[in-house]
């Protein structure tokens, strides 16, 4: 959900980070955050730029119901060169903070590989 003040102060933060920081889970945390409380129009920009730059894969390994593409660990550990159990630490902690962001209970995945 947009929010403009909340994404103004976490970016504020951000900058002010150092890059061994923002490499942190804290930091990694705080990134998530200021994506979620991004405009569309800089989600859509980030999203296509990680895209291709490889940050995500362009395939999801399963989808849901409705469509939604979701991303192994595996997948997103090659794709950010790091490791399952970092990757897995990271999505923990996301989870902890946002709930929100988490598969919800109950959704049936359709493995496309």
Known sequence: MHDPIKYREIMTRLIAMSKDEVETDNG????????RCAPPEIKEKVSAFMEEIG???KTPSAIDDQGNGYY????????????VEEVRRGAAALS???????TP???T???LN
Request: hydrophobic share 45%.
């Open 28 to 35: 990694r945390a705080l990134c998530a955050e200021a994506f």
């Open 55 to 57: 940050l995500i894969p």
């Open 72 to 83: 192994s660990l595996e997948q997103i550990a090659r794709s950010t060169g790091s490791t």
């Open 96 to 102: 902890l903070r946002h709930p929100e962001l988490s």
């Open 105 to 107: 209970a109950g959704v």
């Open 109 to 111: 995945l359709h493995l």
